[in-house]
């Protein structure tokens, strides 16, 4: 079945760190990949998402690659702020359908 | 545009006793999805609903079961509650394509169940 595996956290960076969150798939054929973000007291929202191999999904500083030969798909930020302190679920999707497999989530905190 | 609303927000239960959990998806979207948050096992998909039908069920045991009504509107019900059930139980909804869709969904913050 399908499985993604994502660095454990908590992380601690001070501000303007570079971030490095590692993901890592197994899937059949060719699943769409995802980040998604959670801010304290909220609900997950979209970050990210790329749908084919070679593909960059990028968003608000945010970029991560998908690359097939590597089954990967690494979050990185070149410099993070405070408001940025949130966790972070890397996810992917099958052709066809609706229903997304997430990784256990990396808890990213940044201090001043 | 109002985001996807979860009621009630937290509440806490005890063994042996069922819950129910409600959903309103943003307006325009027809199919809902439920997914439940533990700090263990992260995030787990428990079933997903498109025009008042299941479409698709996660490995949960028969005690959790949803629904959805004409207006997409869901809720999700557990009985014979379990210690092991407390967690974040989070609704999803998205815009519906052949395709299996872009894969966003637009959650909501999440029912806080406690079971003690």
């Known amino acids: 079945g399908n499985s993604v595996t994502q660095m454990e956290g908590p992380v601690t960076l001070s501000e303007e760190a570079f971030l490095t969150i590692n993901c890592t798939y197994t899937?059949?054929?060719?699943?769409?990949l995802f980040w998604y973000v959670q801010y304290p007291g909220e609900g997950l929202q979209l970050l990210l998402k790329?749908?084919?191999?070679?593909d960059k999904g990028s968003n608000k500083g945010f970029e991560a690659t998908y690359r097939k030969e590597t089954t990967s798909f690494h979050l990185e930020k070149g410099s993070v702020q405070v408001s940025d302190s949130a966790v972070y679920f890397c996810?992917?999707?099958?052709?066809?359908?609706?229903?997304?497999?997430f990784g256990k989530g990396t808890k990213l905190s940044v201090i001043p | 545009k109002a985001g996807v609303t979860q009621t009630p927000r937290y509440l806490i239960k005890t063994r042996g006793q069922q819950v129910t959990l409600s959903c309103s998806p943003i307006s325009g979207h027809r199919s809902v999805s439920w997914y439940q948050q533990t700090p263990g096992q992260g995030l787990q998909f428990l079933f997903e609903y498109f025009s008042e039908t299941q479409r698709n069920k996660g490995n949960f045991p028969g005690r959790f079961s949803g629904r959805q009504f004409s207006n997409s509107r869901s809720e999700m019900n557990v009985s014979t509650l379990e210690l092991g059930d407390s967690a974040l139980y989070l609704c999803?909804?998205?815009?519906?394509?052949?395709?299996?869709?872009?894969?966003?969904?637009?959650f909501g913050e999440g029912s806080r169940l406690t079971v003690l």
């Open positions: 790329a749908t084919k191999a070679d």
């Open positions: 899937a059949t054929g060719y699943p769409s």
């Open positions: 996810a992917l999707k099958q052709a066809g359908s609706y229903q997304l497999t």
């Open positions: 999803a909804s998205h815009p519906t394509s052949g395709s299996g869709g872009t894969g966003e969904l637009f």
